[in-house]
Nanobody
């Protein structure tokens, strides 16, 4: 399984970016997919995690109302629309996937990871 993120970049505060995560396998075969982020000197945190079957979605309080996750099973791609970006959103963003239902939102609950894409907000 390979996950390849794209769409990161530099943006001014208040701007928007859309991240993409292309999976080598079918996104519908994963139980859960999500986006994590890690700022320098901080632990990796779950920003958005989705149950791909029920579409039940967890949003961290820090991104709720600004970030939206979506998936296109025909393209085997997961997206993260990020609006109203703030400097505190600056981080490396990672796509993650798990074959297991019932897991949580911790990074240890996911088996597959992309290489990350940098988002910088100034």
């Amino acid at each position: 399984v390979q996950l390849v993120e794209s769409g990161g970049g530099s943006v001014q505060a208040g701007g928007a970016l859309r991240l993409s995560c292309a999976a080598s396998g079918k996104t519908s075969s994963f139980a859960r997919m999500g986006w994590f982020r890690q700022a320098p000197g901080k632990e990796r945190e779950g920003a958005v995690v989705r149950n791909t079957r029920t579409r039940s979605t967890y949003y961290a309080d820090s991104v709720k109302g600004r970030f939206t996750i979506s998936q296109d099973n025909a393209k085997n791609t997961l997206y993260l629309q990020m609006n109203s970006l703030q400097p505190e959103d600056t981080a490396m963003y990672y796509c993650a996937a798990s074959l297991l239902y019932g897991g949580g939102t911790s990074s240890s609950d996911f088996e597959y990871w992309g290489q990350g894409t940098q988002v910088t907000v100034s």
